[in-house]
């Protein structure tokens, strides 16, 4: 269960890096499921990126929908979002050297059921 979850949050973030043009090179997690150290590190295991998990998680969410909102108006937000990451901690990738191969399992079938 907590692979299949990770593996449609790194599905997410490569639709995110098409859409945009950009390769995303920090995560910042929040929600109760990322307090289970294995969620954090599957994670941390299958997106290209720095994964890092707030100190105080409580309104994670409402701060990086802020941030994001203001970075659309043309405020800098570079203060806030240093803010955010001092306060965290960087997650060690998974120690499951087989992790990766069922991410591209699940990438397969994946594709295969949506050309149905």
Known sequence: ???????????YVD???RASGQHVSQLILSG?????PLAAETLA???DAEVRLPEKQG???LRGAAICAFRALGVDMSAEVEHLVA???TISKKADPF???RLRLYRQLRA???LR
Do not use: D, P, W, Y
């Open 87 to 89: 306060g965290s901690r």
């Open 1 to 11: 269960m907590v692979e299949g979850v990770a593996f449609n949050l790194a599905h």
């Open 59 to 61: 309104h994670a969410s």
């Open 99 to 101: 992790v990766r191969q």
């Open 45 to 47: 295991e299958v997106v």
């Open 32 to 36: 109760n499921g990322f307090l289970n």
């Open 15 to 17: 639709i995110l890096q």
């Open 112 to 114: 295969k059921v949506l």
